[in-house]
């Protein structure tokens, strides 16, 4: 783990960081193998147009098929607006 990142136990962390400059990025959930319950995570994300982006990424395996997601603010984070656009490939 580096400096600034954060481990997460209930979901894949996208962005830590505090300021008001929107968050843009891309988050890609794969399946390992048809069947299995395991999902790798890759995101990359900037702040701004003139800041560097930065990407991270997790695995995790689940108990039992996924069945929906979830886009949730952690700690003091809040939700100001924005678009979330979500594409499915079987």
Not at 16 to 44: K, M, Q
Request: charged letters at 15%; one cysteine or more; aromatic letters at 6%.
């Amino acid at each position: 783990m580096t400096a600034g990142a954060v481990a997460s136990d209930a979901g894949f962390v996208i962005w830590d960081g505090a300021g008001s400059l929107p968050v843009r990025g891309v988050l890609t959930l794969t399946r390992f193998a048809r069947g299995e319950n395991a999902w790798l995570a890759t995101h990359d994300v900037c702040k701004s147009a003139t800041q560097a982006a930065h990407g991270a990424g997790g695995a995790k395996v689940l108990a039992g098929a996924m069945t929906r997601l979830a886009i949730t603010p952690t700690a003091a984070a809040t939700f100001t607006g924005g678009r979330v656009s979500l594409i499915y490939r079987q």
